[in-house]
């Protein structure tokens, strides 16, 4: 019975006067009353910091230290009580990035928690993520055709801010002759000095060794895929070119003795918790940002008022804009129209669905003339219809101007992510 109710005796704190009642578990309750009868008393000065004192006490002296722990509430008895959390009594912020889990904290634990002791799953089979052997990733590299060539990089900076002057210098002292920064080969010697922008993201790789696969190699290549190892502190960056290919072209693959998927043999870099946090670029869906949902053009705010013709501005963000771009505008509307054998002056409501779709998706493949007037004689183009929706998003995506993207966002509606799913 204790697991199904929380029961409390003889709750005194505050106003509560030596009040006694079971709660059920597992169950959204709600406590209500007038101002003043103790509702907060209730919930927060004695169920609440009672389930929090009782946690805290569970762990090490030395972990208690750190941890702000609550009286002891005036109450008799509280049984069948879980560790508790609490969300304060005040307004909710307006970041969309809040939820319960980031408010109360819990959030920052559970990202170290699978960061540490997760197990990963290959995200294209499921199969378990397991260690690589040094030996593993060398026998991978002998694998490759005769004659390749390799470089073998260990991966030092991964997109972190800084000058990173002590780490190059640290490179050149350690013997190490070149180095990839940003993507760039740079000379590791005493009299070339690299110098970073600390503002900017920058990524390091240090080049390990350069070689021509052939049998003979193995010791050599075992001694420098441990040493990559070591200083990618377990990922090695595999850089190889097949014979008689293009000598720019390099093909790259991470090898980590830490992540790897037996079913398609890709390495992976391991867990860490920024990988598990929806603020951070490792962990956010590369479409909303973490957000959950975007802002997408809708049809209902492009075309608000469908009793009105195409003549007569029915695709309203094509009739605001400065004058040339409003006649630009007509002009493809007209070779469109005309193209299907539409009428420019019906209601928009009155258009075939199939040409609804074109107007506001594109034309696909299908070419239609356009006839514009350009240095005051009419020149006439054949391409595709690009369409209204991607003829806005193009424009949000291009302009730098501040007062264009503001007049867009008007015929914008947020809508959930279609890869995260919200």
Known sequence: MAKDFIRIGGAREHNLKNLTLEIPRDKLVVITGLSGSGKSSLAFDTIYAEGQRKYVESLSAYARQFLDQLQKPEVDFIEGLSPAI???????????????????????YLRLLFANVGQPHCPDTGVPIVPQTTSDIADKILALPPKTRVMLLAPVVRDEKGEFRDVVERLAREGFVRARIDGAYVELTSNVRVKLDPKQKHTIDVIVDRLVIDEKIRVRLSDSVETA????????????????????????????????????????????PKHFSFNAPAGACPVCHGLGQKMVFDEALVVPDQEKSLEAGAVLPWRRGGKRMITYYKAMLRAVTSHYSQSLEAPYKSLSDDFKKVLIRGSGETEIEFHFWRAGKMSTVKRTFEGVIPNLERLYAESESEFTRNRLKAFMAPQFCDVCHG
């Open 229 to 272: 190892l070591k200083w990618g502190e377990g990922r090695l960056l595999l850089l190889h070119q097949p014979p008689g290919s293009d000598a720019a072209k390099w093909d790259e693959t991470l090898h980590s003795n830490r992540a790897y998927s037996p079913a398609t043999g890709k390495s992976f870099e391991k867990p860490t």
């Open 86 to 108: 609490a969300i304060e009594q005040r307004s909710s912020g307006s970041n969309p990035r809040s939820i319960i889990a980031t408010t109360t904290e819990i959030y920052d």
